[in-house]
């Protein structure tokens, strides 16, 4: 295993064991978007069932907004893999840009496409899904709850969903985004671009470039600030 994919490796596996996200016997539906962070999970739960006595199966669903993408380069990177793919077809996209026009659109976005994944989910039978959120956007989404809503709150590593009998787990909470660029430049994969029309404009994107300019000042200060949100908020 090389230096990178060791380095995912043990955070993944560190994650897992602290949060006991997934166990033998679990059928995991990853949401593969086709971005980088889907991309670098979808090959950290390979390495954990490869590398740890655990035995779960995976299967990639990939919801299809209805841009038109091309996910050609998904399909063969997962035949590749030997990891079943599932491309759901939607028209969310033109729900919200379209027909509901929404200012800011990404929360109707994002409860849409958790509607689809977890729908698949449980027709194939999943009881864990697993999604990329990665060190970098709980940290985001702590300063935004913050900034936008005057609370201070952060999704958590594993939480269970009463209505749907599904488990959501984030089993990158300790991979910062540098790791997974590298990596995914590294291994050479099929990262397709972001069709969405809000790409780069919106609340998130603000709070991102403040973190980065912080992060050039004190590159441990991210770290840091998951820190304190383990303790507050995932203990």
Same mark, same amino acid.
């Given at each position: 295993?090389?230096?990178?994919? @060791?380095?995912?490796?043990?955070?993944?596996k560190?994650?897992?064991?602290?949060?006991q996200?997934?166990?033998?016997g679990?059928?995991?539906?990853l949401?593969?978007?086709?971005?980088?962070d889907s991309?670098?999970l979808? /090959?950290?739960?390979?390495?954990?069932? +490869?590398?740890?006595?655990?035995?779960?199966?995976?299967?990639?669903?990939?919801?299809?907004?209805?841009?038109?993408?091309?996910?050609?380069?998904?399909e063969q /990177?997962? @035949?590749?893999?030997?990891? *079943?793919?599932?491309?759901? *077809?939607?028209?969310?996209?033109?729900?919200?840009?379209?027909?509901?026009?929404?200012n800011?659109?990404?929360?109707?976005?994002?409860n849409?496409r958790?509607?689809?994944?977890?729908?698949?989910?449980?027709?194939?039978?999943?009881?864990?899904v697993?999604l990329?959120?990665h060190?970098?956007d709980?940290?985001?989404?702590f300063?935004?709850?913050?900034?936008?809503e005057?609370?201070?709150r952060c999704?958590? *590593?594993s939480?269970?969903?009463d +209505?749907t009998?599904?488990?959501?787990? +984030?089993?990158?909470v300790?991979? *910062?985004?540098?790791?997974?660029?590298?990596l995914?430049?590294?291994?050479?994969?099929?990262?397709?671009?972001?069709?969405?029309?809000?790409?780069?404009?919106?609340?998130?994107a603000?709070?991102?470039?403040?973190?980065?300019v912080?992060d050039?000042h /004190?590159?441990?200060?991210?770290?840091?600030?998951?820190?304190?949100i383990?303790?507050?908020?995932?203990q």
């Open positions: 295993m090389a230096r990178l994919e @060791r380095e995912l490796f043990h955070k993944v560190r994650a897992n064991l602290k949060y996200m997934i166990g033998n679990d059928r995991v539906a949401g593969l978007s086709g971005g980088k991309l670098a979808l /090959h950290a739960l390979i390495q954990l069932r +490869r590398y740890t006595p655990l035995q779960f199966d995976i299967i990639a669903i990939t919801v299809d907004l209805g841009f038109g993408s091309d996910h050609s380069g998904l /990177h997962c @035949r590749e893999l030997n990891v *079943p793919l599932i491309v759901e *077809p939607t028209n969310i996209g033109r729900i919200v840009f379209e027909e509901r026009k929404e800011s659109p990404c929360s109707l976005c994002s849409l958790k509607g689809a994944l977890h729908r698949v989910a449980l027709a194939e039978n999943c009881n864990k697993a990329a959120h060190l970098d709980a940290v985001v989404t300063f935004m709850s913050m900034a936008y005057g609370q201070a999704f958590k *590593p939480s269970f969903l +209505r009998g599904l488990t959501l787990v +984030r089993p990158l300790y991979v *910062p985004e540098n790791l997974i660029i590298r995914c430049k590294k291994l050479n994969l099929p990262v397709e671009s972001n069709p969405c029309p809000a790409a780069g404009q919106t609340k998130r603000l709070i991102q470039k403040w973190l980065a912080l050039n /004190h590159p441990q200060a991210k770290l840091h600030f998951l820190t304190a383990e303790k507050l908020y995932w």
